[in-house]
């Protein structure tokens, strides 16, 4: 829930009800298989197809799936059982013009679906053997997990955390472009959090890093996921001390520090915009937006 923000992160509201409580319970998984609205997501690799309408997702009834493919459970969506198929070869495949596509075509709740969904989907394809002694894994809790045959360890699908961040001085906030970004495009600076670091500390660690500024207050604004393949982006804003920027040329090509009026011409997207900024369904628009608003 975001309910205090003015935007609404992409890839989050999905209506989906997950049932953990049902995971470990076969009985109950089989009769969520066997009745009639039950239903699978419909997808080319890890592309969703549409409905004929072309602007929601396509379910397929459940029945329609050959025998011995493999399940998980997404959960319910208004009393429908929801599944999807796990394709062991679907591994890995990355963000694409496609997907860029049915960004725009398909209403948010449902991309909040796809996603979970999608990530899922790839986890498994990315995980058949057991990173512990190397054994093939099998799925269990119906599709939420994966277990090693011969050590027995358990092993879940991973989120990977991002820490996306404008840092804010004077009334300006500073973003920047990475040299693949389309020409105008700036975005908020990101980074991986590491092994035995706070949000805060990664979002500290990653403005000096890469734009050579020091956080002395970070404040939490929304988070959203990102599944490509499995990313948690969490998104802050840091106060900082000064406003000299030490480029990582090797992370950024260009980083400036942009005015109210900057930013609110790019996230509306005005002709003749200093910079050109993320589409809505990116957590960085829904920062500049939240920002914009006193978040
Ligand atoms: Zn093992």
Redesign the pocket.
């Known amino acids: 829930m975001t309910l205090h923000l003015a935007h609404t992160p992409g890839f989050t509201g999905s209506p989906l009800e997950r049932l953990d409580h049902l995971r470990d319970d076969a009985e109950a998984l089989f009769a969520l298989q066997v009745e009639p609205s039950a239903q699978l997501l419909a997808l080319d690799g890890l592309v969703p197809l549409l409905d004929v309408g072309g602007d929601r997702l396509r379910w397929l009834p459940l029945a329609s799936v050959p025998a011995g493919v493999e399940l998980a459970l997404l959960g319910k969506i208004d009393g429908a059982p929801c599944f999807v198929a796990l394709d062991p070869d679907t591994g890995g495949s990355a963000f694409s013009g496609d997907i860029r596509r049915m960004m725009g075509l398909l209403p948010a709740t449902d991309l909040a679906t796809y996603a979970a969904a999608r990530s899922l989907v790839d986890w498994h394809a990315r995980h058949p053997f ?1 990173a ?2 190397g ?1 093939p894994t099998a799925i269990f809790r119906a599709g939420w997990a994966r277990r ?1 045959a ?2 027995r ?1 358990e092993h879940f699908p991973r989120t990977d955390p991002v820490v996306i961040m404008l840092a804010e001085y004077r009334g300006s906030v500073l973003v920047g472009r990475q040299p693949r970004f389309p020409a105008g495009n700036y975005s908020a600076l990101a980074g991986f959090v590491e092994v035995g670091e706070s949000i805060e500390e990664a979002v500290a660690r990653e403005l000096f890093e890469e734009a050579g500024v020091r956080a002395t207050r970070v404040r939490y604004i929304a988070s959203q996921p990102w599944p490509f393949p499995s990313s948690l982006m969490i998104a802050c804003i840091a106060e900082v001390d000064g406003d000299a920027i030490t480029l990582d040329v090797k992370e950024l090509e260009d980083a400036m520090w942009v005015s109210r009026e900057d930013v609110a011409n790019a996230v509306d997207n005005v002709e003749g915009a200093r910079f050109r900024c993320p589409p809505p369904y990116a957590i960085a628009h829904t920062l500049l937006r939240a920002w914009l608003t006193g978040a």
């Open positions: 057991c512990q002694c054994s090693c011969a050590c360890s």
